[in-house]
T-cell receptor, first 116, second 112 residues
Framework: AAGVIQSPRHLIKEKRETATLKCYPIPRHDTVYWYQQGPGQDPQFLIS???????DKGSIPDRFSAQQFSDYHSELNMSSLELGDSALYFCASSSSWQGATNEKLFFGSGTQLSVL | SQQGEEDPQALSIQEGENATMNCSYK?????LQWYRQNSGRGLVHLIL?????REKHSGRLRVTLDTSKKSSSLLITASRAADTASYFCATASSYNTDKLIFGTGTRLQVFP
């Protein structure tokens, strides 16, 4: 069965550079969530989208932006990168017919971002 | 953590023993979910328990939910070395169901 696909798997950037992370949800899933997980930390909610509209926003810096496209894939854009942005970034998807989080989320393998 | 604490933060047991992890949360919830994460990998859903349920089973997993105490426990019976991972609880708020909030996680080590 198809899973959530994230790319790239690893990304190395310098401070002040820009990064774009991509997420392809499971087919027919219309809800996407982004989470950030620092080393040894719990996943922190960043932002979510339902039917291409932002549905909720968490502790996402103003330097970050995200969107969901017509094919339901999502991109997280990160600018003016800082050392503290180094983390594992997860995307998750769900089908929302039961309610956005009334069912389990399917997570991708994540993108490991290292800012040097 | 945005949500609460899990305890213990780390747990080491021998194969065959049972492992119990606890989770506390702060807000009224719609459901509570448990996820497993192998080191540096994605989170895998284990079990979902709704706010009107008190106990749920899935294979070697048993989850309880006490909404009056705002707490849940995950029991893994007859543990195996392959159960070694971090385990997180996550809650969907009654007021905002557009996201899951994760607890701090328990790192489980099962020795063969």
């Amino acid at each position: 069965a198809a899973g959530v696909i994230q790319s790239p798997r690893h990304l190395i950037k310098e401070k002040r550079e820009t990064a774009t992370l991509k997420c392809y949800p499971i087919p027919r899933h219309d809800t996407v969530y982004w989470y950030q997980q620092g080393p040894g930390q719990d996943p922190q909610f960043l932002i979510s989208f339902y039917e291409k509209m932002q549905s909720d926003k968490g502790s996402i810096p103003d330097r970050f932006s995200a969107q969901q496209f017509s094919d339901y894939h999502s991109e997280l854009n990160m600018s003016s990168l800082e050392l503290g942005d180094s983390a594992l970034y997860f995307c998750a998807s769900s089908s929302s017919w039961q309610g956005a989080t009334n069912e389990k989320l399917f997570f991708g393998s994540g993108t490991q971002l290292s800012v040097l | 953590s945005q949500q609460g604490e899990e305890d213990p933060q780390a747990l080491s047991i021998q194969e065959g023993e049972n492992a119990t992890m606890n989770c506390s949360y702060k807000t009224s919830i719609n459901n509570l979910q448990w996820y497993r994460q192998n080191s540096g990998r994605g989170l895998v859903h284990l079990i979902l328990i709704r706010s009107n349920e008190r106990e749920k089973h899935s294979g070697r997993l048993r989850v309880t939910l006490d909404t009056s105490k705002k707490s849940s426990s995950l029991l893994i019976t007859a543990s195996r070395a392959a159960d070694t991972a971090s385990y997180f609880c996550a809650t969907a708020s009654s007021y905002n169901t557009d996201k899951l909030i994760f607890g701090t996680g328990t790192r489980l080590q099962v020795f063969p």
